[in-house]
């Protein structure tokens, strides 16, 4: 310290990097008042002179705005902390003293440097959601930088559930846009036309899923089509494949900032991501593919550091991170901490993320979604669907568990349905359109006359005819023995 220099009388804090400012920054909302600051001088000796360096430079003080959208309590308990990592760093990728966001990348680089050059060819599992984006980005910024040596072969597998949140889908648009222009195979998996969420609903009339009996769609319209596009690659590719995935164990991952996990399977160092090696003796895909997940150990905040500050950079690779944001809540979004999927989810107790989107008024417009959940509720009703009438007997011989269960959706409800679905996305392109706003087609013209076809061909699931009674006709109760009830005198009628 010079002898005339003097502290301000409080300094702004970073939420996550602790970077010092000697002004207030927009929306900042903590501070270290000048009583903590000296306490923390006077334990902080051996950083003292790193520290004064950075007060000294007023203009080394400032950072972008998009840096610092928001602030949070520096607590006591980690003065030292803090102070240790009051240093700037200008490269998250040296090994100078860094943030956070550096430190939980040292493990992420670790990991890949120790088990990716054992495989020929990498694949990253894409969503489009902040996690996997996350690892996807980090992983093509490091290569790009030279931190990793690169594979034979990279390809993402983007899964598309053409039921996607508008401004993840939109944004995984431009990933995909960029990721091609530097060359990487980017395989958009989608499920077969029949077996797309609407399409297989409205079109051959299964009931839309839900929890306790009837959970089909994940696997259906993203597990399956996923396995089979890893197959189907793996079958013109030689040598081992390392399959990447944004997996994070969650905020119990580190602790006294070290990081606290169990083992990964193989035995794989603790804190160095989830690894499974190849199984030669397993069916389907797991036979051939390894498995890693660099990001194991990652906090959400420091997900979001990376999405909304360094990401977007230039020098770590441009990404429209940025937009992902919306899709979890804006500048809420993690404080919200909404989990995204399929917008208006029939499994959801509540529309949390989509309810995050409208909020925002950029978003707006895209209110009638709000009409899928209920839309979902009344196809369940019985009225809508059909019902056995007796009980059914298995192959065995033996009485089915579930008499007179009820089953499909009518044709005329599987009708309405279809309508209602493409006014609702009529009424939000409407809406789009005058505000120069992206449109949204969860159902295509491909998938409209798809449903069309079904429905005017009479298409049925499996072990139903179309001939049974609608699920809320009046008839003689069968119970599991066999056993009828025959219905009461007068009702019914």
Known sequence: MTPNQTLPDRVWIHPHSYLWHAEPLPEARTYIADDVLAELLDAADNVLEDFMDVMGDPEALSMSLDMAKRGQPCIDGEAEGVMTAARRHPDLFST???????????????????????????????????????????????????????????????????????????????????????????????????????????????????????????????VDPMAAAIAERLAGLDGSVL??????????????????????????????????????????????????????????CLVWDWLRIYAPMPEYGGWETAALADAYGGDEAEEINARTGCVGCPLAQRDTALDAILAQPQWAYLKPLKGLRPLWRWLREPRQRLRKPGAERLKSGALAKNPQ?????????????????????????????????????????????????????????????????????????VYQDGTVQPLLEGMGS
């Open 96 to 222: 100078s003293p860094r943030m956070a966001v550096g430190e939980a990348m040292d493990l992420t680089v670790q990991s890949l440097q120790a088990y990716g050059p054992a495989h020929d060819h990498w694949c990253v599992a894409w969503s489009g959601g902040k996690d996997s984006t996350a690892a996807l980005s980090l992983l093509v910024s490091l290569l790009e930088s030279g931190t990793l040596d690169r594979p034979r072969s990279l390809t993402v597998f983007y899964a598309d559930t053409r039921m996607e949140l508008p401004p993840l889908a939109i944004a995984a648009q431009g990933i995909m846009a960029r990721l091609r222009a530097r060359g990487i195979d980017v395989q958009v998996v989608r499920a077969p036309l029949d077996r797309r969420f609407l399409v297989y609903m409205l079109g051959r009339g299964v009931p839309p899923p839900n929890n306790n009996t009837l959970r089909w769609c994940t696997r259906q319209i993203k």
């Open 243 to 300: 399959m990447i995935t944004g997996v994070r164990q969650g905020e119990s991952a580190i602790r006294d900032r070290r990081i606290e996990m169990s083992c990964s399977r193989d035995g794989a160092e603790c804190g160095q991501g989830w690894y499974q090696q190849v199984l030669p003796h397993a069916r389907g895909i797991r036979g051939r593919v390894a498995t890693l997940a660099p990001l194991l150990h990652w906090r959400v």
């Open 405 to 477: 269960r009820m089953g499909p959706l009518t044709l005329e409800a599987r009708r309405a349905a279809l309508d209602m679905v493409l006014d609702i996305q009529g009424d939000v392109n409407t809406l789009a359109r005058p505000r120069g706003r992206p449109e949204i087609d969860i159902l295509n013209t491909e998938e409209t006359a798809r449903i069309r076809a079904l429905i005017d061909a009479g298409t049925w699931p499996n072990g139903w005819a179309g001939d049974e009674p609608r699920a809320d006709t009046w008839m003689d109760t």
